[in-house]
């Protein structure tokens, strides 16, 4: 069956963020949060936002990417009721990213398949 990249990360439903670490112990694994401070970071793949909200409190900049259309919903309502100014989301893939080249200083795929 033949996908096209559009389609990609629609097929399979998000996994709850219930069932991952907390991005701080995440972000720990991966170095500490001096990865993620002040710098401009890309999730992709970031589900309902979960590890892209985590890194809002040490980022200049956070933005969420992901297919599917539902866990952006969420995401931006997570955004909304929180109150958090430095974070957006987008739906979209990892293959066709609308962003130029080193936009970004850092890039998370977090619990993405």
Not at 24 to 53: Q, S
Not at 67 to 91: H, M, Q, S
Not at 92 to 102: H, I, N, R, S, T
């Amino acid at each position: 069956m033949a996908t096209s990249t559009s389609a990609v990360g629609r097929l399979l439903p998000a996994i709850s963020s219930q069932l991952r670490p907390p991005p701080e112990d995440e972000l720990r694994e991966y170095g500490g949060l001096g990865l993620v401070r002040r710098k401009r970071v890309i999730d992709v793949g970031c589900g309902d936002g979960r590890m892209a909200l985590g890194c809002s409190p040490y980022a200049s900049e956070v933005v969420g990417v992901d297919p599917d259309p539902e866990a952006i919903r969420l995401a931006r309502k997570k955004v909304r009721e929180l109150g958090v100014t430095n974070v957006r989301f987008k739906i979209g893939v990892a293959q066709e990213l609308p962003f130029p080249d080193e936009h970004f200083d850092v890039v998370l795929l977090s619990w993405t398949l």
